[in-house]
């Protein structure tokens, strides 16, 4: 067949594979130390990197559906990790930020990450991890001024 598709080669499955294995990887190590799920990764990372957030923020920041996100939120909140203040204008609107466990927590979390992350470069190599840096970089930009314009 001429028009043959080829899943294996498509790139939008081939980039989304490839994430998922290098985050199950790491998954299994937060997960291992802190019985973590993705999602509350997430959370505690964007909040951890960002400061105080609404749960409407981490949405956009991360792609997670609401529901992922509240769940982790309620559990961040139950390890006492996370603290929601309602806004002073707009009671429906929550602030969510770490408190001083969740910040210890979280910076451990990145120590992880750090760790994890110069693993890969030992597995793959300097080099080929900077183009790959490079491409993923010129990929969301690329995309992003897409998305932006329709």
Known sequence: MPDEFDLDAFLPYRLNRAAELVSLRFARRYRDRYGMTRPEWRTLALLGNNGRLTATAI????TMHKTKISRAVRALEERHWLRRQADVDDRRVEHLELTPAGQRAYEDIARLARDYEAELRGLFGQNALASLDKGL???IATL???HEKG
């Open 137 to 139: 970089e010129r990929v």
């Open 59 to 62: 949405g956009a920041l991360s």
């Open 144 to 146: 992003s001024r897409a």
